[in-house]
């Protein structure tokens, strides 16, 4: 894998700047209402993402136009 983006032990909230960079909180929304997206844990109302989850959703969203 490559450089980590996200801290792998670090749980990440709804409005962490850091989320911004996957995108914004609707576009959370619409991925989680659609069962897309990186995995998250949802307790009570709280959304929580955890880095290492991030970080495996991000790598596999990868694309290498040299086909790489």
């Known amino acids: ?30 991925w989680r209402h659609k069962g897309r997206g990186p995995a998250y844990y949802k307790l009570g109302r709280k959304i929580i993402y955890r880095g290492a989850d991030l970080n495996v959703w991000m790598e596999k969203s990868r694309t290498d136009p040299n086909g790489e």
């Open 1 to 30: 894998m490559g450089t980590k983006t996200f801290e792998d032990d670090r749980s990440y909230v709804l409005g962490d700047p850091e989320l911004n960079l996957i995108g914004s909180r609707e576009k959370l929304a619409q």
